[in-house]
């Protein structure tokens, strides 16, 4: 076998542009983004001397080659009725968007910003012909898994109350509905804090009955559809949460918003490493986590691996920083990719329970911040740029949300949402501050790498 994957690999001629695709230079603006956004990120570029995507351009060859070679591989072996004839060449511009995205992952974020396939993927996911609808396994509340006719994948999460429906103030986080609109804001805010550590989320607005219903082979699924009384159609599933008669998913009468996240590549193609956050809240009623008790926390966790080497704690604090921005509580776990061992970037996918309240926010998201007084230069220059009024977090997050085709219907934040993140912004840099007046490591400088050509092939 080996030797066959060999002679594969030789006589699949990689473009020469391949490993270079994804370089580009700061000055080249993407045309199709509105002005603020782009005149936020050229400025963020223009302040750090170079483009962060320049710093990051760590490909790894080998995680692209097999997946490559196993989705060839595999396209080979099935010609399953429904699916499109394939008439890619070894030309990455006749790939589909799905396989592009995972061809362009590399060990330091999702995707590059400025790559052009991530409009295209949008496009793709909210716009391609639905071929099947699975229940997905894994998680506590209902998603189904989407498949498209070139073989694209994407992870649904329906719509389950309106946008502006603010979590039950005597509810868990751990009880909390999961929202769309969660999914697909988190998406946005990942990208504008520079992480790209979000597989792409876009909103649509299917067809319960044509996109669901006729096209599903999951029993768990079909048999639980029915009309309400008020003549929509409704399904629920079958999951531990959520998944019954009194919590139905329904149409209006027959469509129904909901996310679509892209895949990522599969995880016998690229097996991932599932890792149980130090601040992992106790998902009790009753007991506190270690965190919760002990203020001087974070001086064990440093002397732990992986978070004793490397970038992993200050990657950790930007996910603080993300979930606190979007008040999510439920980061139980995070995900790595095997493949980059530990010098890599953190997965923030299921992002479902944020965006819950905006009139309240949860200064322990904030813990690993406070407790270990650590941001990356890169993550605190840009969080300081979001507060500038030229560049308001708010006002960014409002244009790029817009872009989202479910905007049409509604914002997919509230206004209400959007000023909590300026206020929590705020809270954020004060923290970083009441920090600095105590320590003088506070700032852990990832910059200094730039000028290195770090393009790195394994
Ligand atoms: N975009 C994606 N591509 C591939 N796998 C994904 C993607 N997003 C999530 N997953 C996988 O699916 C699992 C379940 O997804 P998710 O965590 O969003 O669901 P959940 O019901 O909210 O789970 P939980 O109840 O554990 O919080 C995750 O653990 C993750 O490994
Ligand atoms: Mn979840």
Same mark, same amino acid.
């Given at each position: ?249 329904? @149409? *209006?009468?027959?469509?129904? $918003?909901? %996310?679509?996240? /892209?895949? !990522? ?6 097996? =991932? ?82 965006? @819950? *309240?905006?009139?309240?926010? $949860?200064? %322990?998201?904030? /813990?690993? !911040? ?6 990356? =230069? ?81």
């Amino acid at each position: 076998m080996d030797g066959d994957v060999l002679q594969s690999v030789s006589s699949l001629s990689i473009p020469c542009n391949f490993m270079n695709s994804y370089t580009d230079d700061c000055g080249a603006q993407r045309k199709d983004v509105n002005r603020l956004l782009s005149d936020f990120h050229s400025l963020f570029c223009s302040i750090l001397g170079k483009c962060l995507n320049q710093y990051w351009i760590a490909v790894n060859f080998g995680i692209k080659l097999s997946i490559l070679l196993n989705i060839l591989l595999f396209i080979y072996a099935s010609k399953e009725e429904g699916y499109d004839d394939m008439d890619w060449t070894s030309d990455v511009e006749t790939y589909p968007p799905w396989l592009r995205f995972h061809l362009g992952i590399s060990r330091w974020e999702l995707y590059n910003r400025k790559d052009p396939n991530l409009a295209q993927l949008t496009h793709y996911l909210a716009t391609q012909r639905i071929l099947g609808a699975v229940q997905k396994t894994g998680g506590t509340q209902l998603k189904l898994l989407i498949s498209f006719p070139n073989h694209g994948q994407a992870l649904l999460k329906p719509m389950k109350q309106s946008r502006d429906t603010e979590t039950d103030v005597n509810l868990f986080y751990f009880s909390d509905f999961e929202r769309h609109n969660a999914e697909i804001s988190a998406f946005h805010l990942d990208r504008l804090l520079g992480f790209n550590r979000i597989p792409p989320v876009v909103g649509r607005l299917m067809n319960v009955t044509a996109d669901i219903r006729e096209k599903t082979t999951d029993h768990k699924v079909s048999r639980t559809f029915f009309t309400s009384p008020a003549g929509n159609v409704c399904f629920y599933g079958q999951c531990e949460y959520y998944c019954s008669t009194e919590h139905p998913v329904c @149409g *209006r009468p027959h469509l129904l $918003e909901v %996310s679509l996240a /892209a895949i !990522l590549p599969d995880l016998s193609l690229a097996p =991932r490493r599932s890792w149980r956050s130090p601040w992992r809240r106790s998902y009790s009623r009753t007991k506190l986590a270690q965190w919760e008790k002990n203020p001087n926390y974070c001086d064990s966790v440093k002397q732990t691996p992986p978070y004793s080497q490397g970038t992993r704690l200050v990657d950790l604090i930007d996910m603080a920083v993300l979930d606190f921005l979007m008040s999510n509580m439920d980061r139980h776990h995070y995900e790595t990719f095997e493949k980059f061992g530990n010098e890599t970037f953190l997965l923030h996918l299921d992002n479902g329970r944020a965006f @819950g *309240r905006h009139s309240q926010d $949860e200064p %322990s998201i904030l /813990a690993p !911040l406070q407790q270990c007084c650590r941001i990356r =230069r890169s993550t605190l220059l840009r969080l300081r740029l979001l507060a500038l009024p030229d560049f308001r977090l708010s006002d960014v997050m409002r244009e790029s949300l817009a872009q989202d085709p479910l905007a049409d219907a509604a914002p997919l934040l509230s206004e209400a949402h959007l000023s909590a993140l300026d206020r929590r912004l705020a809270a954020v840099l004060q923290v970083v501050h009441t920090c600095q007046e105590k320590h003088t490591d506070v700032i852990h400088d990832d910059l200094d790498r730039y000028d290195q050509d770090t393009v790195e092939v394994i």
